[in-house]
C-alpha cells in the first residue's frame, strides 16, 4: 500500500503560481508512472501531468506551457504551476500506478484544493 499526501494547494490570483508537493511512502522511482489528476466541482477527474519511468512526461493540452511535473527525489515529486486561470480551480490529486506482477496498481492522495480567483 502506498501512501501518498500532497501539499502546497491554496488561494492563487489569476496570472499567479502555485507549486504542489508530493511525498509518497515509498520510492517512486520503481513506479510506472507518477503524475497529478485534478476534478472540479461537477466535472470528472481529469489528467494533468504524468512522469513515467524513464521520465517521459505528459500533459493535457490546458496546461502545456504553464505546468512542469518534476521529481525532487525517491520520495517526492512536485507540480509547478504559473499563469494560472480560473480554470485551474479544482482538488488536485497526486497518483502512482505501481506495476505488480500482470496488474497495474493505482494509488491516490487526499487531494489539495487549488483556488484561482479572477
Known amino acids: 500500500q502506498v501512501q501518498l499526501v500532497e501539499s502546497g494547494g491554496g488561494l492563487v490570483q489569476a496570472g499567479g503560481s502555485l507549486r504542489l508537493s508530493c511525498a509518497a511512502s515509498?520510492?517512486?522511482?520503481?513506479?510506472?508512472?507518477v503524475g497529478w489528476y485534478r476534478q472540479a466541482p461537477g466535472k470528472q477527474r481529469e489528467l494533468v501531468s504524468t512522469?513515467?519511468?524513464?521520465?517521459?512526461t505528459t500533459y493535457a493540452d490546458s496546461v502545456k506551457g504553464r505546468f512542469t511535473i518534476s521529481r525532487i527525489n525517491a520520495l517526492n515529486m512536485y507540480l509547478q504551476m504559473n499563469s494560472l486561470k480560473p480554470e485551474d480551480t479544482a482538488v488536485y490529486y497526486c497518483?502512482?500506478?505501481?506495476?505488480?506482477?500482470?496488474?497495474?496498481?493505482?494509488?491516490w492522495g487526499q487531494g489539495t484544493q487549488v483556488t484561482v480567483s479572477s
Open positions: 497518483n502512482v500506478v505501481v506495476r505488480r506482477g500482470p496488474n497495474d496498481w493505482p494509488y
Open positions: 515509498e520510492s517512486i522511482d520503481s513506479m510506472k508512472t
Open positions: 512522469m513515467a519511468r524513464g521520465g517521459t
